[in-house]
């Protein structure tokens, strides 16, 4: 059940402080008294977000041992493999299989970074700026989270390694997992992160439900590469909050991958706190079957002399629906804020259907805003082309797509995962679009 029950039963077995567990109690209280996202609500309106709630049958998922995981040892091995000369932690159902061990670099667990200090987490924790519609979905996660993961670069440390971490997550049919991740980088840092989430499913029958929190904490003058990849299968329905703060000269360049799930509702936040911030985010949607994929960018821009440029791309096959919202947003003192949004969308069949829908809130003076959008089939005249040089339409459209694909895959500072998931894209295509 999801009650204040199962809060103590988390509290109980992380063995938290007080203010944690008190930090539950509200977000679950708020998310009690929160209505759901209204149809009218330009940015919820597509999806059915009843099909996210926990209290429609579902239950909190249990810890699993390991053990129980339902992998083969070459499964698991192909899973957690390192790609290439990358630093690897992998964790399976919030435990940690492979020991992070970076050098200048803290992963750990809530329960162990607790035991040192409390204000970095806490900070971030009780942070707010959502909308009431987005509070009453990360308030589950507020309230129920057990997977949770912080990781920390101190002050003026570069980090050269790549750094890949893992998560592996097994749920049940009707199970509820809320995952929990804090990055924070200090002040004159730089680190180039890989976040991999990938569903291991015991049944692919019934639906389960991962409710996710990412807060990522960029101090002033810090570079950060960061990439989301998502796996997860097919009967998963996902919401994701993913939010990005940026203090004065900080630096930011994001990747948001999205490659599975049935249903999944984002909301990737940008927030530009500090002048002369800046940010490059890239995402990409590689739709099939029956999915139905729903991502809001918000470039929220509250200081000066601050950038954005975003790109996110998708490319659908079968029956899979994209809805794109997109929102820019400069407050009434960000003067001489430049910000770009473009969303292209390649359909790669009759049935797969994209919706694309920008928006602009502009309260300064001074600044310069653009966006751009695209939605339909490959083109005929560059299939055409490349077939009146010998190439067989087959191939032809194959190459269109990857190059359509390859602006973002570019965005991945990670040269084997590149080629990892080029071939994975390229190898799910369909011969007949």
């Known amino acids: ?188 840092s730089s680190i180039t992160l890989i976040d991999e989430y990938v569903s291991v499913e015991p049944t692919a029958a019934a639906p389960h439900l991962i409710n996710a929190r990412i807060e990522l904490v960029i101090e002033p003058h810090a570079k950060v590469h960061y990439v989301r990849l998502q796996r997860w299968g097919l009967s998963a329905r996902e919401f994701l909050l993913q939010r990005a703060t940026l203090a004065e000269g900080a630096s930011l360049t994001m990747a948001n991958i999205n490659l599975g799930a049935a249903l999944s509702k984002a909301h990737i936040v940008t927030k530009f706190i500090g002048p002369n911030a800046s940010s490059q985010l890239y995402g990409f949607v590689f739709g099939h079957h029956q999915q139905h994929i729903d991502q809001h960018t918000l470039q929220d821009h509250q200081a000066p002399h601050t950038t954005s440029d975003l790109q996110f791309r998708a490319a659908l096959q079968d029956s899979s629906r994209m809805i794109y919202t997109g929102l820019i947003r400069i407050a009434k003192n960000a003067k001489q804020t430049n910000a770009y949004q473009s969303n292209h969308n390649l359909l790669l069949s009759n049935t797969a259907q994209a919706e694309t829908i920008p928006m602009l809130e502009i309260l300064a003076d001074d600044v310069q805003c653009k966006h751009g959008a695209s939605i339909g089939p490959i083109d005929d005249e560059m299939a055409f082309y490349l077939m009146s040089r010998g190439v067989p339409r087959p191939m032809a459209e194959r190459l269109i797509v990857m190059g359509f694909i390859e602006p973002v895959i570019q965005q991945v500072p990670f040269e084997p995962l590149q080629e990892r998931l080029r071939q994975e894209i390229e190898g799910s295509l369909h011969e007949n679009h």
């Open 1 to 188: 059940m999801f009650d204040s029950t199962t809060i103590d039963q988390l509290a109980t077995r992380f063995k938290e402080p007080a203010w944690l567990t008190d930090l539950r109690r509200a977000a679950w209280a708020k998310h009690r008294e929160l209505p759901w996202p209204h149809a009218s609500d330009d940015i919820w309106r597509r999806t059915d977000v009843s099909l996210l709630d926990p209290s429609k049958g579902f239950v909190p998922a249990e810890p699993t041992l390991q053990q129980s995981v339902p992998l083969t040892d070459a499964r698991l091995a192909e899973l957690t493999k390192p790609l290439g000369g990358e630093a690897l932690a992998v964790r399976v159902n919030g435990s940690w299989l492979h020991e992070p061990c970076v050098p200048g670099l803290t992963i750990e667990d809530f329960s162990q970074a607790l035991k040192r200090q409390a204000d970095p987490l806490r900070q971030v924790l009780e942070s707010d700026g959502m909308t009431p519609a987005e509070q009453k979905l990360s308030t589950l996660n507020g309230a129920f989270h057990h997977d949770d993961v912080l990781i920390q670069v101190p002050k003026a440390m570069s980090i050269a390694q790549p750094v890949r971490l893992v998560h592996l997550i097994c749920a049940s049919a009707q199970q509820a997992v809320f995952p929990l991740t804090v990055i924070t980088v200090g002040s004159g």
